[in-house]
């Protein structure tokens, strides 16, 4: 059992940054492979990232690509977003989710609560 605790959110301007967190309980963080999704309202869920077990590898959507990076800290059970140049079509609730297995293939098992994106214009 993996629990995923999202923090980081907020309100920002148009242009600005922000950096999501997602701290994992357990000792099996490092195997699982792990992902940022986002939902805006009247919207369907969003894969926006995902990064490897090992943090090699890593994908993005085009919506995002050029503006988010996301990264890993095994030792500290922690993956993150940094979100750059942020645009108000940004605005969504953010999930982070983990898996195993390949990394960029397949559903997701576990899921955080999600945290608030917020972006003026």
């Known amino acids: 059992q993996v629990q995923l605790v999202e923090s980081g959110g907020g309100l920002v301007q148009a242009g600005g940054s922000l950096r999501l967190s997602c701290e994992a309980s357990g000792r099996t963080f490092s195997s699982h492979a792990m992902g940022w999704f986002r939902q805006a309202p009247g919207k369907e869920r969003e894969r926006v990232a995902a990064?490897?077990?090992?943090?090699?590898?890593?994908y993005y959507a085009d919506s995002v690509k050029g503006r988010f990076t996301i990264s890993r800290d095994n030792a500290k059970n922690t993956v993150y977003l940094q979100m750059n140049s942020l645009k108000p079509e940004d605005t969504a609730v953010y999930y982070c989710a983990a898996k195993t297995g390949a990394w960029n293939t397949g559903p997701y098992t576990y899921w955080g609560q999600g945290t608030q994106v917020t972006v003026s214009s």
């Open positions: 990064i490897s077990q090992s943090g090699s590898r890593t």
